[in-house]
């Protein structure tokens, strides 16, 4: 984004209302705040969340789970999650659609706020369309 000058058309677009998808990195860049972010690294922001970058761990640490996800269905929904980050403070107008256990605490993975999703799984390496839909509707509307 740098290398093409899109972080300042793109940071227009997200502030004009223009319907934004982000998963996994795609939530980084997309939330207000990261932690344990890299020395120079630039987000878009938009979405009132705090995030922490490699939250579940490193590589290894990479793992699936199945989420109660009742915004996309009654049917669990298999979830993908590389190196992935978690939401550590969701702001007002931000509804948590899904979160994830971790040593007692329950972790948000999955936000919307206004034209603004985004997940900290990747929906797209499974055959599971409910995200993206469900995103397509949001634009359609």
Not at 58 to 79: C, H, I, K, N, Y
Request: aromatic share 8%; net charge negative; with cysteine.
């Amino acid at each position: 984004m740098r290398a093409f000058d899109l972080l300042d058309p793109l940071r227009e677009r997200i502030a004009d209302g223009m319907p934004t998808y982000g998963s996994c990195a795609g939530m980084i860049l997309l939330a207000n705040k990261i932690l344990d972010a890299a020395a120079g690294q630039e987000n878009l922001g938009g979405l009132d969340v705090t995030v922490r970058r490699n939250a579940f761990g490193r590589q290894v640490d990479s793992f699936e789970t199945d989420l109660s996800v009742p915004v996309w269905g009654s049917d669990p929904m298999r979830a993908v999650f590389i190196r992935a980050p978690w939401i550590e403070h969701v702001g007002e107008g931000v509804e948590v659609l899904a979160s994830v256990e971790r040593n007692g605490a329950a972790h948000p993975v999955a936000v919307r706020q206004g034209h603004l999703l985004a997940t900290s799984f990747h929906p797209e390496v499974t055959a599971d369309v409910r995200v993206h839909k469900y995103f397509l509707e949001q634009v359609c509307r």
